[in-house]
């Protein structure tokens, strides 16, 4: 099954996610290259692709998991998390319906 892993960034995160960001997306293209990542972006902090130093309000990840605790296992030990980027993660079943 899908689950959605939203991430919400703790204020002026843009330094930290800058540092976590290559383990971040090591992770990231684990998924890919397994075949589970539905999609993974971030959240820009204002409306535009290139928030500049603004930075970002979180992420959004949806990938397949063998579970909800095991998708909260992952997103646990993500290095957004161990690195202090997130203030707070949530995971939640996800149904893919369309396209």
Do not use: N
Request: proline residues 10%; charged residues 20%.
């Amino acid at each position: 099954m899908y689950y959605a892993i939203i991430g919400t960034d703790v204020p002026d995160s843009l330094s930290q996610r800058r540092a976590m960001r290559p383990a971040h997306l090591a992770r990231i293209e684990a998924l890919v290259a397994e075949g589970r990542l539905l999609a993974a972006g971030p959240c820009p902090a204002i409306d535009s692709p290139d928030p500049g130093p603004a930075g970002f309000s979180g992420s959004l990840i949806v990938a397949e998991f063998a579970s909800l605790e095991a998708a909260r296992a992952w997103a646990a030990v993500d290095p957004y998390v161990t690195g202090g980027v997130y203030a707070a993660v949530d995971v939640r079943p996800f149904l893919k319906v369309k396209p």
